[in-house]
């Protein structure tokens, strides 16, 4: 289960919901030119929005647990990851068109008005208050779109019996291996002072990559649950999604779509 953790940890860390709330909020703060002051905020707000993510984890880890014993309840989780996953990959081709699992337009406004208010000139204790408040809405509103690798991840711990200390190791190896790209943002961004923008197109790839792992995981819980049991399997599984993302985007360029 560890190595599964890692894998699926990783590809979460790429989620474009969690990448575009913090680099808007980057983009807010760096006119500050404090790095200190940058590197409290960005800080404040990860540790937030990753306790809150460990809380919902851990729920669901508890609630699967329970559930694994009635009947049809693996079936439900990878009739989910199929669906997660289908849903993701038709992003990539109509990002803007039918049901998505990102962000809904109506939040966006409160979430550029939160980080305007986490810019404003404020004692830096005052700033870390509105940054906990603003990490809190965001963690919420954002779950929609960062649940599906938790469930298919709790559904696996919870069939291997995985539990007490063993659970607490591995959702601690998971919420810092998901952390890493976060990190990785903020810490260029306190070194340069600039932030990249995000733009729609590395959305669009970010959720084809997810949806492809998402289907591949689907699969393999209908039909055979042990490869993400073993290192050799899981990188079997995730590498084979991965190459078929990498297939769709060169195919779609060539059509240039």
């Given at each position: 289960m560890l190595f599964?953790?890692?894998?699926?940890?990783?590809?979460?860390?790429?989620?474009?919901?969690?990448?575009?709330?913090?680099?808007?909020?980057?983009?807010?703060?760096?006119?500050?030119g404090s790095r200190a002051r940058i590197a409290a905020v960005g800080g404040t707000f990860l540790l937030v929005t990753a306790s809150i993510y460990g809380v919902f984890i851990a729920g669901l880890f508890a609630a699967l647990s329970v559930a694994r014993h009635l009947a049809g309840i693996q079936l439900v989780?990878?009739?989910?990851?199929?669906?997660?996953?289908?849903?993701s990959v038709k992003d990539y081709f109509a990002l803007h068109r039918g049901f998505s699992f990102s962000i809904p337009e109506r939040f966006k406004p409160s979430?550029?008005?939160?980080?305007?208010?986490?810019?404003?000139?404020?004692p830096l204790p005052v700033t870390l208050l509105v940054t906990v408040v603003?990490?809190?809405?965001?963690?919420?509103?954002e779950l929609p779109c960062t649940a599906g690798f938790p469930v298919v991840w709790s559904s696996l711990l919870?069939?291997?019996r995985v539990e007490g200390a063993a659970f607490a190791g591995l959702l601690a190896v998971y919420l810092l291996v998901y952390l890493m790209i976060e990190v990785a943002i903020l810490t260029v961004a306190i070194a340069t002072l600039s932030i990249g923008r995000m733009q729609e197109s590395h959305g669009r790839t970010l959720k084809l990559i997810g949806g492809m792992v998402m289907l591949a995981l689907g699969l393999v819980m209908l039909v055979a649950p042990e490869l993400m049991e073993s290192l050799t399997g899981s990188l079997a599984v995730i590498g084979g999604a991965l190459a078929g993302a990498l297939l769709v985007m060169a195919i779609s360029r060539l059509r240039g779509t």
């Open positions: 599964a953790t890692l894998l699926i940890a990783f590809v979460d860390g790429f989620n474009p919901c969690s990448i575009w709330v913090l680099s808007v909020l980057l983009a807010m703060i760096l006119g500050s989780v990878a009739l989910f990851a199929l669906a997660f996953g289908a849903v979430i550029y008005r939160g980080s305007r208010e986490v810019r404003r000139e404020r603003l990490a809190g809405g965001v963690a919420l509103v919870a069939e291997a």
